[in-house]
């Protein structure tokens, strides 16, 4: 019977080649085989130039590999190489179809691994050197998507924390600031919009839950929306 080779659920951070973590950095440059998703950058995927390298990408609004499959071809490199990294942007265990791919791995009996990585709100508070929390200010913070199951409604309730942060949230932003200003918040709560968090394109923009309401411009590249009072400009803070 053939060894089975170990799995790795590899976070890869926001974006930005250099924060991925150390262990994370080793076990591509260790992969026999590496299956990323679309946010992957070129740089990062430089990181492991000795092994063969599958796209199984998935982005919102475009064609993407079926989740079943992904979980078939994973199954199916266990079957032929020993160390098998699968690459996932910002955390595996958050937004990243993780369960799936841990119930199909664990059911075949294959060894499997996490890596965490950063995750993208915490690079994008980072970037815009913006807290998600502060004292007296926000205390709680929950992340959230609308990207929901098929059987699951179109627009789940939000939470209710001191901030907001919305990932995949370009074309649903403007649906959630509705909401927000329907359940009474001012109109004036800081927005910070950060696409392409840690890449050389980077994008921040600042507004208001108004402006968010009216809409954003189509952008090139991932959209993370935070919202809150703590995201309000300090004092003396400059601009971006």
Known sequence: MAVLGKVYLVGAGPGAADLITVRG?????????VLYDALVTPE????????????????????????TLINQQLLDCAGKFQTIVRLKGGDPMLFGR????????????????????ITTAVAAAAATKQPL????????????????????????ALPETDTLVQYMGGREAAATAER?????????LP????????????????????????????????VLVM??????LREHQPPD
């Open 44 to 67: 990062m995927l430089d990181l492991c130039r000795q092994a063969e390298l599958i796209s199984v990408g998935k982005r919102s609004g475009q064609r993407s590999v079926a989740q």
């Open 133 to 156: 929390t502060k004292r007296g200010v926000a205390r709680s913070v929950a992340f959230f998507t609308s990207s929901t199951a098929p059987d699951q409604p179109d627009h789940p």
């Open 180 to 188: 927000l200003l329907a359940e009474g918040r001012r109109p004036d």
């Open 98 to 117: 993780a369960d799936e791919e841990l119930r199909a791995l664990e059911a075949a009996g294959i060894e499997v691994e996490v890596v965490p990585g």
């Open 25 to 33: 950095a080793r076990l591509l440059a260790q992969a026999d085989v």
């Open 191 to 222: 927005v910070v919009i950060v696409e392409n968090c840690s890449r050389a394109d980077q994008r921040i923009v600042r507004m208001t839950l108004t402006d968010l309401a009216r809409g954003l411009e189509p952008g090139h590249g991932p």
């Open 227 to 232: 919202l809150g009072e703590a995201l309000a």
